[in-house]
């Protein structure tokens, strides 16, 4: 095994609950209102994915309402925090084996992320939205991060939390952790394994023994 490739809303840092509330605040700006199953048709896609499929009658003002929730969710930056088990084993365990950054956030927004939370130098490999014509679910984000970092599938596992995320790595045919939280285990049990947290024993099924790759 040669990488691991991470997601990071919900994954990295607990900032679902955020986009949630800034999505919330601008789609209120056009009339909608998020329900339960709007907020999982949202979860892990760009906003302006999300609108153009299922909300089409603001299908003309996707990318102009996508912008206005990233001013929005700035604003609110002190309010992300780190998933500790996640940020801990990233930062002791990069020199040991690859770790690369496959997001649906834009370029911009998560350099500016990887700086606050001290992660800048910390990835082989970096996919942002920017990165893709395709975002997830489709496998393109994770396709692209397997030749940015030059291997192949199965040379690598993905953590994920979302529906989307899952099936956009294993679409690119890369073993997937399901990360429990941001769904529900029943929700996530088609990955390959779903944990409740990322450490070196959670991920011994897939990884192995990460000393054996010292």
């Known amino acids: 095994m040669k990488a691991i490739l991470f997601d990071m809303d919900g994954v990295i840092l ?3 609950d955020l986009h949630h509330k800034c999505d919330n605040i ?8 998020q329900n339960k199953t709007l907020r999982n048709q949202l979860i892990g896609k760009p906003l302006y994915y999300g609108i153009n499929k299922f909300i089409p009658k603001l299908k003309h003002k996707s990318l102009e309402i996508f912008e206005e929730k990233w001013e929005e969710l700035f604003k609110r930056k002190d309010e992300i925090q780190i998933i500790k088990p996640t940020y801990d084993f990233i930062k002791n365990n990069h020199n040991i084996i690859s770790c690369v950054l496959v997001t649906s956030t834009p370029r911009k927004h998560t350099q500016h992320l990887l700086k606050i939370f001290n992660l800048e130098n910390t990835f082989k490999a970096i996919v942002t939205l920017d990165d893709v014509e395709n975002a997830k679910p489709a496998p393109d984000p994770y396709i692209l991060a397997l030749k940015k970092s030059s291997i192949n599938h199965t040379e690598a596992i993905t953590v994920e939390d979302s529906i989307a995320g ?3 790595s ?3 045919k890369i073993k997937t952790v399901g990360l429990i939280g941001t769904y529900k285990k029943e929700d996530i049990n088609f990955a390959d394994l779903t944990v409740n947290q990322i450490t070196k024993e959670t991920l011994k099924p897939l990884l192995g023994n990460i000393e054996e790759l010292l």
């Open 26 to 33: 601008v789609l209120a700006r056009y009339g909608v209102i």
């Open 170 to 172: 294993m679409a690119a």
């Open 166 to 168: 899952i099936k956009s």
């Open 14 to 16: 607990d900032s679902e």
